[in-house]
């Protein structure tokens, strides 16, 4: 009796595991991204602001003497602007792509609505999925292509 | 139940199998449906093993006899909670314990994954359940606990049920020995998790701090817990073995040590990392490292392989347990060797004088200390290997190489924090060590003048009150510049401090910790000893203290006999106290043990063994030690785990970051992945 329940708890647990795959992928499409370039680039930043608050309250805190202190500081804001200027840039690289990313997807509507008009049969009204010369339907010859 | 168990190892080993290859698939073709498959399939794999623990445990309970690991470690009138410790008791026992703690781990990593660490978590899935698919192997394979116990007859064997069990070994029927075992497994099993983090991060390429930063807390709590189970074990060995001390350099002894040392070398360089972006070669090899001693030090334990105290197996998974290990070195190594390119550092080390430079020389030598025990370990199992002759490898050498090591250990324990990140002139050296170097010569001189002669007890209490100086200096500077700059007293200033940087100063009272535990160890150089045959009214001398033998009683409970003898102890020709140690004789497993009595002062313990009664004379044999300063041993072991906890505690700055990576999270979910 206890082992039948066992192995029905095995049986049933075997379904939830196999379950996801009977699903389609596309709803949630690839595994996102863990990092994010920019947010990447933030975090650093973020590092490097800490370093500094820590290296402030030491100083304040009479554990560094004020020549190390001003060279750590140049180093440090000299690091902290270097990740600012790659997240600029970087900013601006996203901005570049998505315009390439809307013109693309631009151009991929137009060129999907293309086919219906261009390969439509003028003598049986056929829409041919594909570039054609001659149509699948009927067999007469389509207009050339781009022409309607 | 055997039935029930069976069921539960063989469908625990199928799910664990398919999440390995399923993880690895998903990851590969970056199917988020594969992916949650192989994770639903890490949380198959802890049901069924769960199961499968839930029916030996309840087999041990119910005094279900006709199990062969329960009749051969448990009996009848063992208390409950030994019986419930009669689970780990075993070979077969605990390596489905340590499965169970495996499957733990890996629910929580998939639980708390569920929705961020996309790309790394199919890996990471695969990494942790190639681990449960090896351990299932080897449970349901080769050391199985849901065995009937049988008979050989005329016609074969039989099964039968014994009236009775073997009982747990005496020496376990001590109250540390029940969270001892766990503590330790679950230091060696969780160190699966940084580890399957970092090959996940080396397969996908993301080789920046990410999976340093996921994996922080998923090795301190393995460190402190590793930790822990280490002084439990010392804890026991003080009281339970007689031989006055609780670290022996035992080979099983030292394979707990190993990864922890590795352990604290990973967790000191990952900041280098997250500060600079620097070692990461380094991290990685720490962690493979961390992982691949854990289950070093699970081999050595289970195996037999080197003879032990702790060893409480002699079996056949050694060969097993070897090419895992194998598999591990070759996995990582050949990952590690491949993701080279990704693993260059942002940036160069200024000086030798700094932050960087200090955790670096702390990891050299963590790893020298690392390198020697493992060697001084190994090398009696290597010798009969090669030349067929046992050299033992004893205290003295690993004394002879751990004191030097862990001394200038100590010393950057001190010194390490005071140091600034990249670079720190003479000026600022001149100013931080100081008041440190003047205290701590003032505390030498008067230990010297107080007779402290022994150069390595001299050179740890002075480097004690060193870096007992340097640390408490930083709370106290740290809260009086708040004070200063925030108008806060010096109590809200000292809370408020702590909790800005719970890591730092976490680490802070992890290293006072440290300090206790070496002036424990200190101790052992004024240890001393006597020992006599004694009858009822005789007197043993040691130090100050004056034993007298009142009375010999014997008696009987249902577990074992006793001889107790009653000492009444003056100090100083001043009553002080009365002990009673035991000679027990436990009748399950026809086994002899004895039962120290420990008087614990904080700057000694008196501490009794009674061997047994002389044969010819009758005569108690009686061996008596006076331990020095062994209360600060588990005195330093409770503030370097309390200290830990407060690490635990996510800081203000953390927050800070957490906010910035949820807001990250909701970037990357709303599709905006750049």
Request: with cysteine; net charge positive.
């Amino acid at each position: 009796m206890l082992q039948t329940i066992a192995v029905l708890i095995a049986v049933g647990m075997a379904v939830f595991i196999v379950f996801p795959l009977l699903s389609a992928d596309t709803a949630a499409g690839p595994l996102p991204l863990d990092v994010t370039l920019l947010g990447d680039l933030k975090r650093r930043r973020l590092v490097v602001y800490d370093n500094l608050k820590d290296l402030e309250f030491e100083f304040q805190s009479g554990k560094i003497a004020r020549e190390d202190y001003e060279a750590l500081r140049t180093n440090y804001l000299g690091e902290a602007a270097g990740l600012m200027a790659a997240t600029q840039e970087a900013e601006q690289l996203k901005q570049d792509d998505a315009v390439v990313e809307r013109e693309i997807a631009a151009r991929r509507a137009t060129r999907k609505s293309q086919p219906k008009i261009e390969y439509k049969c003028q003598a049986c009204g056929y829409e041919n999925p594909l570039p054609v010369k001659f149509c699948g339907e009927c067999g007469a010859r389509l207009a050339t292509p781009g022409k309607k | 139940m055997n039935q029930v168990g069976s069921v539960g190892l063989i469908a625990a080993l199928a799910f664990a199998a398919y999440a390995l290859v399923a993880g690895a698939v998903g990851g590969y073709l970056r199917s988020p449906r594969i992916t949650r498959s192989a994770e639903r399939a890490a949380w198959g794999f802890f049901l069924m093993i769960t199961l499968a623990v839930a029916a030996l445990e309840y087999m041990i309970l119910t005094n279900d006899f006709h199990n062969a690991y329960v009749a051969e470690h448990s009996n009848r009138d063992l208390l409950t909670y030994y019986k419930v410790a009669a689970l780990w008791a075993g070979q077969e026992g605990s390596l489905l314990f340590w499965t169970w703690l495996l499957s733990i781990y890996s629910a929580l990593v998939v639980w708390q994954n569920r929705r961020k660490n996309r790309q790394l978590m199919p890996y990471v899935v695969s990494v942790l359940m190639g681990t449960g698919t090896f351990f299932s192997l080897l449970v349901f394979f080769v050391a199985n606990p849901f065995q009937e116990l049988a008979v050989a007859t005329s016609t074969g064997t039989q099964a039968f049920t014994a009236p009775d069990g073997n009982g747990l070994n005496p020496l376990l029927q001590y109250h540390s020995m029940v969270i001892h075992p766990p503590m330790l497994y679950l230091g060696y099993v969780g160190m699966v998790v940084p580890f399957a983090f970092a090959m996940a991060a080396l397969i996908t390429r993301q080789l920046g701090d990410n999976w340093i930063r996921i994996t922080r807390r998923w090795t301190m709590v393995p460190w402190m817990l590793l930790g822990t189970g280490i002084l439990l074990g010392g804890n026991w060995a003080y009281a339970v073995l007689g031989w006055g001390g609780y670290w022996g350099w035992d080979p099983v002894e030292n394979a707990s040590l190993l990864p922890w040392l590795a352990g604290t070398a990973f967790l000191h360089s990952v900041m280098i990392q997250e500060k600079r972006g620097m070692l990461k070669v380094w991290n990685v090899a720490l962690v493979i490292l961390t992982f691949f001693l854990s289950i070093f030090g699970t081999f050595l334990t289970r195996s037999g392989i080197v003879s032990s105290v702790h060893a409480f197996a002699q079996s056949n998974i050694g060969p097993f347990f070897a090419v895992f290990l194998a598999i591990i070195l070759f996995f990582s190594v050949t990952l590690l060797f491949l993701r080279l390119d990704h693993l260059k550092s942002e940036n160069k080390l200024d000086s030798m004088v700094s932050r960087e430079s200090g955790f670096l020389f702390n990891n050299w030598i963590l790893l020298a200390l690392v390198f020697a025990i493992f060697w001084g370990t190994l090398f009696p199992v290597i010798s009969k290997a090669i030349e067929n002759t046992t050299v033992t490898v004893g205290a003295p050498f690993f004394n002879k190489v751990a004191i030097p090591m862990g001394l200038l250990l100590l010393l950057l324990t001190g010194a390490g924090p005071l140091l600034a990140w990249r670079k720190t002139s003479f000026q600022s050296i001149r100013r931080n060590f100081t008041a440190p170097l003047i205290v701590a010569g003032a505390a030498g001189a008067v230990m010297f003048a107080e007779g402290v002669r022994n150069l390595y007890a001299w050179m740890t209490l002075f480097l004690s009150v060193f870096v007992a100086v340097c640390i408490l200096g930083e709370f106290w500077k740290g809260a009086h510049t708040r004070m200063r700059t925030a108008s806060e007293n010096f109590a809200v200033a000292l809370y408020n401090l702590t909790m800005r940087n719970t890591r730092r100063y976490g680490g802070y009272v992890v290293h006072i910790g440290i300090v206790l535990l070496f002036i424990g160890f200190a101790g052992q150089a004024f240890k001393a000893d006597t020992k006599g045959l004694m009858q009822e009214g005789d007197l043993l001398r040691i130090n100050n203290y004056e034993l007298r033998l009142s009375e010999l009683v014997s008696g009987d409970n249902p577990n074992y006999e006793y001889t107790r003898a009653i000492f009444s102890v003056t100090k100083n020709g001043e009553a002080f106290t009365s002990m009673h140690p035991e000679k027990r004789f436990y009748k399950a497993s026809q086994q002899p043990t004895s039962y120290v009595a420990i008087h614990p002062t904080l700057s000694e313990d008196l501490y009794v063994v009674l061997a047994g009664l002389d044969p010819g004379t009758n005569k108690a044999i009686v061996q008596v030690f006076v331990n020095p300063l062994v209360m600060w041993v588990w005195i330093g072991g409770v503030v370097t785990l309390l200290g830990t906890l407060l690490a635990l505690v996510p800081s203000r700055v953390e927050r800070e970051m957490a906010e910035m990576r949820l807001a990250q999270e909701m970037i990357v979910q709303a599709g905006d992945a750049f």
